[in-house]
């Protein structure tokens, strides 16, 4: 209900304090120059997908550290397995939505022309909870700020979004009533 500034640490800490099956990120970025425009889906990766990618996630994570799981009663070789293990399963679970979420989202606004990548963006790194960022657009591009200002497209988008969760969950939903 307000607009200040949350850490990346804190968003991932939030998502977790809450249960939080499935965590977004929903971004609006600027890029050198004009021209990049679109909707872009996120999944984590150690290298990002390609320079575009590369130069946001840096920006992003420069702003805070990466959150940890608290694995200290471990040994570094078996918290770096069951660290990995988890990743591996979030990450199927993202790559999975992010399908969804294109397939709901592409009819509703303009994609860019990869609109599924990659990239190490810190709030994509909780281990434990399948994470997405949406670049919705680039308030650097003049359309994409006239579409991030209107009203209309947000409420579009929105309904899409919540579409995609749906559909992400409907599986699990009918199994257990």
Known sequence: DDDHFVSLKDRVAFARKQGADLFIAIHADT??????TGTTLYTLSEKASDAES????????????????NLSGQ???VAGILIDLAQRDSRNKA???SRQALAQLKSVTKMT???IR???FTV???PDVPSLLIELGFLSNPKD???LKSEAWRKTMAKALANAIDTHFEPAVAQNP
């Open 95 to 97: 790559a999975l939505f």
């Open 54 to 69: 590369e130069e946001l996630a840096l920006r992003e994570n420069r702003a805070d550290a990466i959150s940890g799981v």
């Open 145 to 147: 700020e006239e579409r």
């Open 124 to 126: 994509l790194k909780a």
């Open 113 to 115: 022309g990869k609109p």
């Open 75 to 77: 040994s570094e070789e």
């Open 118 to 120: 990659s990239a190490g």
């Open 31 to 36: 890029l050198r120059g004009q021209t990049v």
